[in-house]
């Protein structure tokens, strides 16, 4: 095990990580933050209070770093507060059983080993060490199931964030190891191991989740209660005659949008932000989303159309945003698991990806008459 896990311990550090976060959040995700230093290749962020750097290094070199705050070492921001309901929290586990988790990120070489999970080990220990009892954190649509499946909650409406765009807030219930029963979370044996037994805290701790959220995970896509008007919006041809799914039985539907994240979108979200990295293809499930490239409007897409195309079929950055101009759902299915089906599932995959295509040729020859262009 040739990689190492410390924290940064000063300015040096500091340097290492803003490369870093240059390397990830602009090079390769595309994120336009204010201020960066292109030059010099650093996205410099300052600490204005005590603020944990988990750093992890191979051969001397930063491959990953993941950032922590504690409510016991520093204050939360009243932006952080109002996204993530921490007031309501709070007054159940005071501000020291709270803890956000934000810029974890490792290079591409160390994404597929055993890296990110001993780092997420590594936070979680921190946290169960120091008796935080709530860890939040936030991800885009596509990282979603990633979460859930860890033990995260979805609990609270999405937000816009100017540069990452439509994220989810996220909660984890530390003493709620039942629930990590439950869901068969690779956590539960870090749990059994070093947590004492679940605090007097949990009954209010869960009494503050709502027993609907924003985004809902297709577990059991067949046995979901909408699954009906979910297969009938996925069924519709909102473009020319030709539906994302046309000529698949219900069954193999469901292999397609298993584990994908559902997500109710208010007016004025974005879904999808131009120039970023990020390759899943959506469905209009119900309500309309619009096409903007440059801020400009170029189509809009009503129940049962499919966008983000041209980006996943390309393997390119996003060439335009897509907003919901009404109340939405969208259903986003993810790029690795159309890649895993692709690999396993040679039928299924070849119908997929032949209305997909049908549909990026009826877009541009709409586009030859005067209509929209392939969107994002």
């Not at 935080?132 to 409406?157: E, M, Q, S, W």
């Amino acid at each position: 095990m040739s990689t190492q896990l410390r924290f940064a311990e000063g300015a040096a550090d500091h340097e290492q990580i803003w490369r870093l976060r240059y390397d990830i959040y602009v090079d390769e995700m595309g994120y336009t933050f204010p201020g960066v230093d292109h030059a010099g290749r650093r996205l410099a962020e300052p600490f204005l209070r005590p603020t944990r750097l988990l750093m992890a290094e191979d051969g001397g070199a930063l491959v990953g770093t993941l950032q922590f705050n504690r409510g016991g070492e520093c204050a939360f921001t009243s932006e952080e507060r109002a996204i993530y309901r921490l007031d309501d929290f709070e007054s159940v586990v005071g501000p020291a059983g709270m803890m956000i988790a934000s810029r974890f990120m490792t290079r591409p070489s160390h994404r597929d080993g055993d890296l990110p999970a001993r780092m997420l080990d590594e936070m979680f220990g921190f946290a169960l060490d120091n008796g935080v009892r709530l860890l939040f954190c936030d991800c885009r649509p596509h990282l979603i199931n990633t979460y859930l499946r860890l033990g995260f909650r979805n609990y609270a409406k999405t937000y816009n964030d100017p540069i990452a765009g439509m994220l989810a807030p996220l909660v984890f219930v530390l003493d709620d190891v039942a629930h990590l029963e439950r869901i068969g979370s690779r956590l539960l044996p870090l749990y059994r191991a070093r947590a004492p037994r679940p605090s007097d805290l949990l009954p209010g701790i869960l009494a503050l989740l709502p027993p609907a959220t924003p985004v809902q995970l297709l577990s059991d896509p067949e046995g979901s209660p909408d699954w009906s008007g979910i297969r009938a919006a996925l069924g519709e041809a909102a473009t020319g005659h030709v539906s994302i799914f046309q000529g698949l039985a219900p069954e193999e539907i469901a292999r397609l949008i298993e584990r994908s994240p559902v997500i109710t979108c208010a007016a004025g979200d974005k879904i999808i932000g131009q120039d970023m990295a990020e390759r899943s293809v959506f469905v209009v499930l119900d309500g309309a989303v619009e096409v903007r490239r440059d801020g400009q409007p170029i189509a809009l897409l009503p129940r049962g159309s499919v966008f983000g195309e041209v980006a996943f079929l390309l393997g390119i950055d996003r060439t335009a945003d897509v907003v919901a101009v009404t109340e939405a759902r969208v259903i986003s299915l993810r790029e690795r698991v159309l890649n895993d089906l692709i690999a396993s599932e040679s039928n299924i995959a070849a119908r997929f990806l032949l209305n997909l295509a049908r549909i990026v040729c009826l877009k541009l020859a709409e586009q030859g008459e005067g209509g929209a262009p392939p969107s994002a």
